[in-house]
């Protein structure tokens, strides 16, 4: 079974650019998760979608962040404009539904220069 | 209150020795937990989860659940070097994490 797919891997863009993020679950998983973990800290839930619907978003910089998750399978996540303090390893995560074990992807690593 | 809390160590054991990890929550709601062990420049990979009070056992792992206290441990026996690693607790309803515990096991 293949595992959560994020793309790109790395990242480099300068403030103020925009840059966006992909994620494609495991097959058949409804519940699709963003994090953003900053250096030494644990992942903070950004986002969560249960198909293609928002279950919760209250610590997602709305002013600048933004995700969809069209046909309740791939999701983006995009930022714009970016600031410094959004370098960090972006990582999504999918499950059955919202009590199951959560999966993660290898995460995008992102340095805003 | 923030809704998990870890001491975010450093941890450090040498090898052979338990490690004892612990997290508080503040949702008494919560039922069941998730501990997911995270590799430097890795992502968070499920290593426990415990749905009810007292203690459950996987290998050299035991995670205990204490609901009227409020808290949830891991103990690793036997440390391996391979061990070391951040370790994060997240109750299941809703996977928030507190910072992780950052645990060593030295040779």
């Known amino acids: 079974e293949a595992g959560v797919a994020q793309s790109p891997r790395y990242k480099i863009i300068e403030k103020r650019q925009s840059v966006a993020f992909w994620c494609n679950p495991i097959s058949g998983h409804a519940t699709l998760y963003w994090y953003q973990q900053i250096l030494g800290q644990g992942p903070k839930l950004l986002i969560q979608?249960?198909?293609?619907?928002?279950?919760?978003d209250s610590q997602l910089p709305k002013d600048r962040f933004s995700a969809e998750r069209l046909k309740g399978v791939d999701s983006t996540l995009k930022i714009q404009p970016a600031k410094l303090e959004d370098s960090a390893v972006y990582l999504c995560?999918?499950?059955?539904?919202?009590?199951?074990?959560?999966?993660f992807g290898p995460g995008t690593r992102l340095l805003v220069l | 209150q923030k809704e998990v809390e870890q001491n975010s160590g450093p941890l450090s054991v040498p090898e052979g020795a338990i490690a004892s990890l612990n997290c508080t929550y503040s949702?008494?709601?919560?039922?069941?937990f998730f501990w997911y062990r995270q590799y430097s420049g890795k992502s968070p990979e499920l290593i426990m989860s415990i749905y009810s009070n007292g203690d459950k056992e996987d290998g050299r792992f035991t995670a205990q659940l204490n609901k009227a206290s409020q808290y949830v441990s891991l103990l690793i026996r036997d440390s391996q070097p391979s061990d070391s690693a951040t370790y994060l607790c997240?109750?299941?309803?809703?996977?928030?994490f507190g910072k992780g515990t950052l645990l060593t096991v030295n040779p």
């Open positions: 997240a109750p299941r309803k809703k996977l928030t």
């Open positions: 979608f249960q198909n293609n619907g928002v279950v919760d």
């Open positions: 995560a999918s499950s059955l539904e919202s009590t199951r074990i959560k999966y």
């Open positions: 949702d008494r709601g919560s039922q069941s």
